[in-house]
């Protein structure tokens, strides 16, 4: 698993964008921990994370042909998890590679099969929309990333 | 002449967007709004309303309805037509809950029957139809079932014990839109959606229990023929759609499209507007999969009424037949489909999106249910839980300007993360408790970023399209009883 660069990731929901849904700006040292950025920001629209137990370990495998797509496919990958599997997360490691025209994820998570009774819960999101969608170099530090994603709730 | 914010007055409540107004526009672009509604519209409106009206092969007009707010590609309130051979289709169009819609159930008792036994029956609501993150629906079924639902949607509830055979015929579409292609879905998405049939969902998703308010029954003779005879008759209003199922159909289509746009020579400003031509490959395979989706919706909404009557049943210890608790309507505010319509001069096949907003044929229509067929088609219009919802009546006027489409809610002017930071949840269930709505919740958060201060007025949405003809009041709908998820 990557750890380098890894010293800092954040994210914050943006006010009065898409109205009805949640927007949000996640950002990394690099593009492993903007994708966990990514991963926290989203579930933490779903429930509070510091109410889930980190008891089942999942490791989810995407391979997209962009990094932009890389990170749809992956936050809807989690959605997906929670949908079929009834699993939230606390926390997640995750390692880029490149392939052959495309980038290789791997994540590894840990969290539990939601209980209505003990998590927090909050919104069930229904997808990553590709509206302001995009995964950029920030400007100002070397080496960090910055991505716009808008939730539909 | 009028002009706000680069919209000119056509008349009291429609104003135009020219093509001059930006490169790469095809059509104009028309708000249907009061000019209270057009200037405090968020500047997404207007912003997207001409990016659809860029689309490939749209026809006459790109439209924002009165509850018009700033959404993901499409505004929310849009409609657009698009020509079967030049035009496109978007998911973004649709939106990702396809067939999110609205269903209206009627009950035989008053007031005073349901108001004392109003928590019991919200309680056993809540415990009957479950809401929320994740959860997973009591209808148990195997793949070749669950592409039954895909094809056959409220008939396949019907013929299941889920329904009775009535409900068919009061649900748009008959309950089942034609042309569901179930190996078009994936495997992603029907294990979504396997699982999901019965369930509310979150966000702005609700049960709701209602009453007619006497002081706005408009029209109490249009009513009747809806089977609502008396000023203060209970109804139950059910809001949601086709849960992971139809998200996941849509987000698999989204990459699909982002990527086929290149082979097609199309361009977009949004991302979110990704498209392709109706009569492509990739456009005909999506609307296969979107069709299943929008008869899963279907079908989802009437197990959870056939959840709600037997909630009526155990709290009032009466039969749903004999409560007549027989379906009013049921329509669709996120969808795409094929109709016949006006255009330049004659009549003809164009494919009308609508995202946020609802189908509103006149008089006549033959896709108007016989029982209703001469009056119009019912209108469902959800509001927000603290100041409820009406029950209008398509229009000739709506097949004449809109391609048959009017509102479907009273649109957000605040966005969920402001919403929450005004008030709490647990202060929001209090007041609303004060003013006669006794509402359950799976999440305080959810429920403070639904207060009814996040919302536009709903009386002035339905105003203004009452006053453009597109859709006429009948009765508004006062809630008193609320589950969401």
Known sequence: MATKGRRHSDYRFLSNIALADIAF???????????????RALTEVMVDRRTVVGRVTRRI????????????????????????????????????????????????????????????????????????????????????????????? | MTEVKNAKQISDVVWEIPPSYKAGMNVPARIYATKKLIEEMDSGVFEQVTNVAMLPGIVKYSYAMADAHWGYGFPIGGVAAFDLEKGVISPGG????????????????????????????????????????????????????????????????????????????????????????????????????????????????????????????????????????????????????????????????????????????????????????FSSNEGADYYGAMVCAANMAFANRQVIVHRIREAFKQVFRKDPEALDMHIIYDVCHNIAKVERHKVEGGSRDVLVHRKGATRSFGPGHPDIPPAYRALGQPVIIGGSMETGSYLLLGTEKAMEETFGSTAHGSGRTMSRTAAKKQVSGRDLQQRMEKNGIYVKAATWEGLAEEAGMAYKDISEVVETMHQAGISLKVAALRPIGNIKG
């Not at chain 2, 094809?151 to 299941?160: F, I, L, M, Q, S």
């Not at chain 2, 068919?168 to 029907?190: M, N, R, T, W």
């Open chain 1, 25 to 39: 700006v996640a950002r990394g040292d690099s593009l492993q921990s903007l994708f966990e950025s990514a991963a």
């Open chain 1, 61 to 153: 495998d995407v391979r997209s042909p962009t990094v932009d797509r890389l990170l749809y496919d992956f936050l809807t990958e989690l959605i997906v998890v929670k949908d079929v599997d009834s699993l939230l997360f606390k926390d997640f490691k995750v390692s880029i590679a490149p392939g052959r025209g495309e980038r290789r994820l791997a994540c590894e998570m840990r969290g539990e099969e939601i209980d209505r009774d003990r998590h927090a819960l909050r919104n069930d999101v229904k997808a990553v929309t590709m509206h302001m969608f995009g995964v950029k170099k920030a400007g100002g530090k070397a080496g960090r990333w910055e991505a716009t994603v808008v939730l539909d709730i």
């Open chain 2, 94 to 277: 649709i939106g990702f809950d396809i067939n999110c819609g609205m269903r209206l159930v009627r009950t035989n008792l008053r007031l005073s029957e349901v108001k004392p036994k109003i928590k019991e029956l919200v309680d056993l609501l809540f415990r009957l139809v479950p809401t929320g993150v994740g959860v997973k629906g009591t209808v148990r079924m195997n793949q070749s079932q669950f592409e039954d639902v895909m094809r056959w949607g409220v008939k396949w509830c019907a013929e299941n014990d889920y329904g009775w055979e009535d409900d068919v015929s009061k649900v748009e579409e008959g309950g089942f839109i034609k042309g569901a292609d179930p190996s078009k879905v994936s495997q992603q998405a029907s294990s979504r959606g396997i699982s999901q049939l019965g369930t509310l969902g979150s966000g702005n998703h609700y049960c709701e229990v209602q009453v007619v308010d006497p002081a706005r029954f408009f029209d109490a003779k249009m009513g009747k023929q809806f089977g609502l005879v008396h000023d203060d008759q209970v109804v139950v209003m059910v809001h949601c759609g086709s849960r992971g199922f139809g998200h996941q159909v849509a987000s698999d289509y989204l990459r699909v499209f982002d990527s086929a746009m290149k082979r097609y020579s199309i361009t977009v400003r949004d991302r979110e507007l990704a498209c392709a031509p």
